[in-house]
């Protein structure tokens, strides 16, 4: 196994590590259960960790993190089926369900109307 990722916060672990699984990559999430423990231990020593099963996985993992990263920064997407606005990140609209691949060209919208 080699170490790949230090999240944010726990959520953040499960989400990549289900993002990476969904492309073949798997992962263990370690340090689950050792946020009790910040303040005791080094902060970094606690955070969620994401370790690649396979080392011969690593650059895909690395590339999938920084491709999820870069889209969940863009502007959110508006569904070609209802209309209504969805975080960048979202490949199926919120409210409706509709695909948003087809919305994947646009510029954004603004988040207030």
């Known amino acids: 196994m080699k170490r790949i990722y230090d999240a944010a916060s726990l959520p953040e672990a499960h989400i990549l590590a289900a993002h990476l699984a969904t492309r073949g990559v798997r992962v263990r999430v370690l340090n689950a259960n050792a946020a009790g423990a910040m303040g005791e ?36 997407r508006r569904c070609p089926k209802c209309g209504e606005e969805n975080p960048p990140a979202f490949d199926l609209c919120w409210s409706c369900g509709a695909g948003l691949e087809s919305a994947a060209g646009d510029q954004g919208v603004p988040m207030n109307r």
């Open 41 to 76: 231990i080094p902060m970094d020593a606690a955070a969620p960790q994401l370790w690649v099963e396979d080392a011969r996985d690593e650059a895909r993992a690395r590339e999938a993190i920084a491709a999820f990263h870069a889209q969940a920064a863009g502007p959110a």
